[in-house]
């Protein structure tokens, strides 16, 4: 089973932009998933269980590094979409 998620992430500091460049960074450099930033979010795109894997453990680093940051995430069944993302 498939999994598209759509995150967007709001570090509570004065600098924020680095932050979230790192978290996208990160996701990035998994070959597994599919990753899509634009202006406002970051769709995710992969097999169920290791992308949920994948982004719990990159949201734990993002909130060990810099402590208190909002992550906002709308999770699809990628198997229903009609298209690929």
Do not use: W
Not at 2 to 30: C, G, H, W
Not at 35 to 62: D, F, N
């Amino acid at each position: 089973m498939k999994i598209v998620a759509e995150i967007s992430m709001y570090p509570l500091k004065e600098q924020y932009i680095q932050p979230i460049q790192e978290f996208i960074d990160r996701l990035n450099t998994y070959k597994s998933v599919k990753v899509m930033t634009t202006a406002t979010s970051t769709t995710v795109s992969g097999e169920y269980l290791p992308t949920m894997q994948m982004l719990g453990e990159e949201m734990q680093r993002s909130h060990e590094k810099i402590g208190q940051a909002i992550f906002v995430c709308k999770f699809l069944n990628g198997d229903k979409m009609s298209t690929d993302i």
